[in-house]
């Protein structure tokens, strides 16, 4: 055969049809598509630091250093983008998967049952020690409790679901979410749980079965209905947003407190009771309103209560700022039966008089205590402040006293109460869930 004169010998047709098959499966592969599951364990839970055997039988909450490595993850996941993000139907799984997509234009997290964690049966909510006493094998011994993910005909000695199993309906899953993106590529980000790496075995090898950090990254590829593992168990992505979380700086936050209402002035204890403001208190406001009158805040939040409402409102009346926002947690610590009481008829030695430890206080019967209230208001800040940054300007909070002085013994360092009547105000800098003192001081009612 010839063109043109020029003869084509056997091997330029081979070359020809070596050429041809190369560029059309090129073709074929880059119009195939092509999902990457960026699959998260959730952050570090209560469960994790007393090492129970909490699987998909219960939930533990986060813990502050989990929330904080959640939101860190986010940042470091911050180039990745997501066309979709889903997660176990466990409350450490949503939360997690809910701080790392916080400040990405996203839809909803979507919650599958099949992505929870493997169950442990009998076993469920008891502890890695009890396990080790009663078996002989450790707790996180687990191809002895769960078997080994190829093994169909496992009995587990603790009746748990079978790591077999496991890994059935955890691809189950995935392929379903394919399936719901079936002719798209992207990202998509699962957050599950530890038997993560129960189902990755299955791509790895004889390599040993390994312990999935906390927060930490695997990602499979999927085309054409087949999975590739390409990373696993990988901190650098959380280490990478933990260093931009520090380069962020700290926040500033101002608490503030106006005690000067209608019950105070008659002497009577005011929890979550409420009562207008007197005179000195609306003119202490408006004090506030002059003082702040410059500062551009990132948010603005309140207790639920009329007299926070009343000050947050004042102090920023006639500028246009961010809408006042809500958050119970801010109301004032309940005292119980000892609500509208008057101070007059407690004990000398009362936390609530003598100006004590606010974090002594507990109720003989209904309410809460110094401690718990506490507790409350650093939740709020440590869960709430990550949704701004530090350039935006100061977060102001308006709550009440006795709350702001137990959270304040309990978690602001050097701290002391002047012990003065008036108007609270303390200015914090929060770096990395630690509170310093910027500025504490109180107006004295005129």
Do not use: C
């Amino acid at each position: 055969m010839a063109v043109r004169g020029y003869p084509f010998t056997a091997g330029v047709l081979l070359a020809l049809a070596f050429f041809t098959s190369f560029f059309a499966r090129a073709t074929e592969q880059t119009q195939t598509p092509e999902l990457t599951f960026y699959l998260v364990r959730h952050g570090q839970t209560w469960s994790n630091i007393r090492e129970m055997t909490v699987g998909g039988g219960g939930n533990a909450p986060l813990t502050d250093k989990g929330r904080y490595d959640a939101r860190s993850l986010g940042l470091g996941l911050a180039d990745v983008p997501f066309i979709a993000a889903y997660s176990s139907t466990l409350g450490r799984a949503i939360e997690t998967a809910g701080y790392i997509v916080e400040r990405r234009n996203l839809s909803p997290v979507r919650h599958l049952e099949d992505l929870k964690d493997i169950g442990w049966g009998e076993a469920e909510g008891g502890t890695v020690d009890e396990l080790t006493q009663r078996f002989g094998h450790s707790g996180n011994d687990f191809l002895f409790y769960f078997g080994r993910w190829d093994d169909a005909h496992f009995h587990s000695p603790v009746k748990a679901e079978t790591m077999y199993q496991f890994r059935q309906r955890f691809d189950s899953a995935l392929r379903s979410i394919a399936q719901r993106h079936q002719g798209q590529s992207g990202n998509v980000l699962v957050v599950a749980h530890s038997s993560l790496g129960f189902y990755l075995q299955q791509f790895r090898g004889d390599a040993p079965l390994a312990h999935l950090s906390n927060t930490s990254v695997s990602v499979l590829k999927y085309r054409s209905g087949r999975f590739q593992l390409v990373d696993f168990n990988n901190s650098d992505y959380l280490q990478r947003g933990r260093e931009a979380m520090e380069a962020q700086g700290a926040y500033h936050v101002v608490l503030l407190a106006n005690p000067l209402t209608l019950l105070h002035q008659r002497g009577v204890i005011e929890g979550l009771t409420d009562s207008d403001y007197t005179q000195a208190g609306l003119a202490a406001n408006q004090t506030l309103n002059r003082r702040f009158h410059d500062i551009q805040p990132a948010a603005i939040w309140s207790s639920r209560l009329r007299r926070a409402d009343k000050m947050a409102h004042d102090v920023f009346a006639g500028r246009r700022v961010a809408e006042v926002a809500y958050d119970d947690r801010l109301n004032e610590l309940f005292v119980g039966q000892l609500e509208a009481t008057p101070l007059a008829d407690l004990a000398a030695d009362s936390a609530l008089v003598s100006r004590g430890q606010i974090t002594h206080f507990s109720p003989a019967k209904t309410g809460e205590s110094g401690q718990v209230a506490a507790w409350r208001l650093q939740q709020f800040l440590n869960e709430t402040l990550p949704r701004y940054t530090p350039q935006q300007g100061p977060v102001m909070v308006f709550t009440h006293p006795y709350i702001m002085r137990a959270f304040a013994e309990r978690y602001v360092p050097g701290w002391r109460d002047d012990n003065s009547d008036g108007v609270k105000i303390m200015e914090l800098n929060v770096n990395n869930g630690i509170y310093s003192i910027k500025q504490a001081e109180t107006i004295k009612p005129r």
